[in-house]
């Protein structure tokens, strides 16, 4: 069992920023393509950036200029600096990962809880 742990959401004003961050743990597992998703209260959930295991990057054109994905490959870890935070930005942020667990037949797409951020003055 591999479980995706996210941190770092929060209030923050119009402006702000706020860097959050997702660790993916378990046993015997390896971990390929890493991202966000958010969800805001009557929407879709939507992509908001993803990072391959290479460091290839995409982002939604929403978040490009002012969010930045990264990962540490050691520390089966992802983040996003989000930085210049509009309050269309605000919603529940889900880490989403691809993983392979040792003796499994294939890989397997998994969730983080979430973590909410606000965007409020």
Do not use: H
Not at 19 to 28: D, I, Q, V
Not at 76 to 98: G, H, I, R
């Amino acid at each position: 069992q591999v479980q995706l742990v996210e941190s770092g959401g929060g209030l923050v004003q119009p402006g702000g920023s706020l860097r959050l961050s997702c660790a993916a743990s378990g046993t015997n597992f390896r971990v390929d393509t890493m991202g966000w998703y958010r969800q805001a209260p009557g929407k879709e959930r939507e992509l908001v950036a993803r990072i391959v295991s290479g460091g290839f990057t995409t982002y939604a054109d929403s978040v490009k200029g002012r969010f930045t994905i990264s990962r540490d490959n050691a520390k089966n870890t992802v983040y996003v600096q989000m930085n210049s935070l509009k309050p269309e930005d605000a919603a529940v942020y889900y880490c989403n990962a691809n993983i392979y667990i040792s003796g499994d037949t294939q890989w397997r797409t998994t969730w983080g809880k979430g973590t909410l951020v606000t965007v409020s003055s």
